[in-house]
């Protein structure tokens, strides 16, 4: 499977971005899909996920209400809807997959490049 992030940018605090990951491949329906984002000088932390089946989505208590994951298995693609933007959102952002649904995410299988997300204040 080959990821490919899209989206990223400059954005003013409060504002809004939609990163999307479009995957290769005919068996992305069943992957697990996860967005995590690293910022300069920090580990890579966990963002959001998706189930297979994406009836499950699970968030880090620092984006709950304000992004949304979801996934679109017609076109091969994940999707981070991101609202009310802060400074402290600023990252790298990077999505992942694997077949395994149940290990964490820091551990999936197939990553992107990343797509970099800038929030000014």
């Known amino acids: 499977v080959q990821l490919v992030e899209s989206g990223g940018g400059l954005v003013q605090a409060g504002g809004s971005l939609r990163l999307s990951c479009a995957a290769s491949g005919r068996t992305f329906g069943r992957y697990a899909m996860a967005w995590l984002r690293q910022a300069p000088g920090k580990e890579r932390e966990f963002v959001a996920r998706?189930?297979?089946?994406?009836?499950?989505?699970f968030y880090a208590d620092s984006v709950k209400g304000r992004f949304t994951i979801s996934r679109d298995d017609a076109k091969n693609t994940v999707y981070l809807q991101m609202n009310s933007l802060k400074p402290e959102d600023t990252a790298v952002y990077y999505c992942?997959?694997?077949?395994?649904?149940?290990?964490?995410?820091?551990?999936?299988?197939?990553w992107g490049q990343g797509t970099q997300v800038t929030v000014s204040s």
């Open positions: 992942a997959a694997d077949p395994r649904g149940y290990i964490a995410p820091s551990a999936y299988m197939y």
């Open positions: 998706t189930s297979v089946s994406g009836g499950s989505t």
